[in-house]
Structures are given as C-alpha cells and as structure tokens.
C-alpha cells in the first residue's frame, strides 16, 4: 500500500479495501519507524492527522467524498497551519503557531485529505541541500550520508521514502524540482500566480509558487486540481477558469517539438545525469517527438541574478521578523534596538544572516543601480530566451541538477558551489514558467538523476501529459530507495 499512487489509493478507499485511518495508521508507522534517522518531519500530530482521517471516513460513507478525501498529505513547513507549528525550519518560528491556515492548507482541508505532518526544510526555504534548518538536515533515503536536496527536502524525502504518499513544497529557485530529482521523485513548480502565496511564509515574493511533490506525473495533476485556483488574499494570484490538470494525460508524443538547450549539456554537468537525461530523450525520439537544438544564451547569468534579486526580496520580506510581532524575542536586552540586534542574532541561522546581508548591499543607496537593476534587466533577457525558444519547440528537456546526491557538509563552507547547483532550475522561476522535475535513471552510484520539463506559460497539464507517456513506458518513478525498503 505504501508504494500505491494516488489514483490507486482512491481507489481502494471508494471500494472500502481500506479506511483513511488505517492508511494514515500506515503512514504514521512508517513515519515512527523512519523520521528518527531520515529528520523529514519537524512536527507529526497523530491525534490531529486521525481525527482527520475519521472525518474523511465519514464523510465517504455520506458518498461525498473526492479523488484525495482521506489520502494523507504531508506539508512543508513553511504553509501556516492553525492549531499547529509552522517554524520554516528557523530558530526565529520555533514556538509560532499561525492563527490561520493556508490557502493551500485550506484547500486540502476542504478536499478531505488528512494533514499528515509537517515537512523539515532549509530555514526560509534558503538553501539546495536541507542542511540549513534550526531542526537539523534531512538525510536521502537513497543514503544517510547524502543530502535530500532543498529547500523543500522533508517533503521529498518522505515522499521518497514511502511515509507520505504525496506531499507540498514551494519552489523559489527550485526548491521542489531539486530535491525531487536528488530523492528520485517527481516535482512540478507550477506558472507563476496558479498558487496562491496566502499563508505561505515569504522568501522571495516575485519568485515563490507553491506547488506539488509525489510519486508520478498522474499524482502530481491530482495535488494541483486541489492546490491551484484563484485566491483573492494573494495579489498576485491569477483569475483563470478552474482546469483539470490531468486533462492531457494521455497526449499523443507524435510531432511533439523537444527543445534541447546547448547550454544544459554542456561542460560541468556529470556523465551519469547527462547520460540518464540523454537517454530518455531519446526514448521519446523513439516515440515520434523530434529533438531541435535551441540556445538559451542567458543561463550562465541566471544563478548571479537570481542571487541578487532573491536575497533583496528576502531582506525585505525578513524585516517583518523584529521580536515585535511574532516569533523568537531575545530574553535579554537594553533597548529596543538592542532588542532588535539580539533576537534577529539569535533567531537567524547563518545563511539567512548572509542572505539579508546581500540583500541589503544590493538595494542600497549606490549600489542599486549597479546590482539590482542590471540583475532585473537580465531577468527579462532570460524571459525573452525562452519566449525565442518556445516558437521553436513545445517543450525543454534537460536535466534539472547538474549533479545527484551529496554527502553532507561537502558543499557547507563554499556557498558558490551550492548556489552553482541551482544552475537548470533558477532560470524558469525568473521567467514566471511551469517546470516539472521526473526521475529518469540513475548515475553510477546508484543515485536518481532527474529529467526536466519546462513549458510556456500555463502548460502544466501538457507538461504533466508528457510526462506521464513517459512513465507509462518506464518504471524509475516507483523504485524504492535501498535505505529504506518497505
Ligand atoms: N537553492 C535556491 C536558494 O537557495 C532555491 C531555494 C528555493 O527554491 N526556495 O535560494
């Protein structure tokens, strides 16, 4: 049961094979039994999670229940929970209980689906590894001695590892995409404004998009039919019509136009990912889509501006964190500047003080135009690379890190190193565009690499249509990682 898709669990909750509360009973288990050593949940409430699960139960025998009523879902922590911790992963929210949920929260809760804990994260969301959380990193279920990817790296490693059958994460710079691909699931960052940001802490707010993390594409379109949707809270939420986001899952990949971009197989990408990523874009090659050759000539400037413009937003948005409102407050203090220094010394752990700190540099007085500006001026190059490439194809293929898994603490003290990590992901949330991450093999060590899929503006559901042909065909999405078999 563990290893069951979504549509597979409905299924056997519709036939009554099994209850909500005795999958979430399962779920818990598995959660007992792996979290001490994995560190993927910071809070589990088996209580909370249960009552959900009856409620689900009975709301079934009504015959009122949807495609996720009953499914336990896991969340990251960083998506205001009432009644429950919401700490993104930071000393500073340690003891924060929000007094209101979500909009993705709330979606769930209306969905029927069982809140099943919340998920361990980079502090803030800032970071590729999960290491950078006050509550400890997160280990691989692929190898403890390897990071999970980040920012949203609880969430996939419980999905990885089987204690959740699907969870939620937000993607900044690719903070869903990555770490799916370094944990061997599947991961989409939906168009920018299709999720709405109401409840979910903000890192960088033109950048951020909530989105799913889970076993297939088909799951994935089932998590957006009930996280996506206008939300009148969110000022940047967009009024479209309700889509069903599993529309397209049987799309024929006959004339389908690849884009493969020269920058995203070039040098510095290990032969194991190129090879996996080569591969399966040949299988599709093999099914009737044609590869055609397209530059994006502005990814190498893509990390540097992404690490100008989301650290300015971040120092911005973290400005609210003043031991005023909410969250940690120093115990000790002489004045309320004082007051000020201390909590955020305390509450903040070294790569958010370093992010503020940039942040501040790059919006201030004279270097402004120098940083800033030029970053956002590269920002739209970067939207037109891709507006030039999808007259040419209807979707980039590439991979979505340049490399698997790493140990912990191998890229801790070079911050360059982990940011050029981020290379293939950043670039689709400075454009505003949908990009799916699918496992598609494994390197040498055994570790998953992932297939990137990025689309032009509200192309999920193609995307997802792509993908799922393409898990039809293969079987890497539903391998079970070897340190923690069911
Ligand atoms: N790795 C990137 C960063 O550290 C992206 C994080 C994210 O998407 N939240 O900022």
Known sequence: MLNATLSELSAALAARKLSSVELTQLCLERIAQLNGELNAFITVDAARSLSDARRADARRAKGEAGPLTGIPIAHKDIFCTRDLLTTCGSRMLANFVSPYDAHVIEQFDRAGAVLLGKCNMDEFAMGSSSETSHFGPVRNPWGRRLVPGGSSGGAAAAVAARMAPAATGTDTGGSIRQPAALSGICGLKPTYGVVSRYGMVAFASSLDQGGPLAKSAADLAAMMNV????????????????????RSLN??????????????????????????????????????????????????????????????????????????????????????????????????????????????????????????????????????????????????????????????????????????????????????????????????????????????YFSEAALLGIAHRYQQATDWHLRVPNDTPL
């Open 227 to 246: 996280m996506a949707g206008f939300d009148a809270r969110d000022s940047t939420s967009l009024e479209r019509p309700k889509e069903d986001y599993g």
């Open 251 to 456: 799309r024929d990949l006959r004339g389908l136009r690849i884009g493969l971009p020269r920058e995203y197989f070039g040098d510095g990408i290990d032969p194991g990912v190129r090879n996996a990523v080569e591969e399966a874009t040949r299988w599709f090659e093999s099914q009737g889509a044609r590869g055609v050759q397209i530059e994006l000539p502005h990814t190498k400037l893509a990390v540097p501006v992404y690490y100008v413009i989301a650290p300015a937003e971040a120092s911005s948005n973290l400005s609210r964190f003043d031991g005023v409102r909410y969250g940690h407050r120093a115990k000790e203090y002489s004045d309320l500047t004082d007051m000020y220094c201390r909590t955020r010394a305390e509450g903040f752990g070294a790569e958010v003080k370093l992010r503020i700190l940039v942040g501040t540099y790059v919006l201030s007085h004279g270097y402004y135009d120098a940083y800033y500006l030029q970053a956002q001026k590269i920002r739209r190059l970067i939207a037109r690379d891709f507006a030039a490439a999808f007259e040419r194809c209807d979707v980039i293929m590439g991979p979505t890190s340049p490399g698997t898994a790493f140990e912990l603490g191998a890229k801790s003290d070079d911050p360059v190193q982990m940011y050029l990590g981020d290379i293939f992901t950043v670039p689709a949330p400075l454009a505003g565009l949908p990009a799916l991450s699918v496992p598609c093999g494994f390197d040498g060590k055994g570790l998953p690499v992932g297939l990137q899929l990025m689309g032009s």
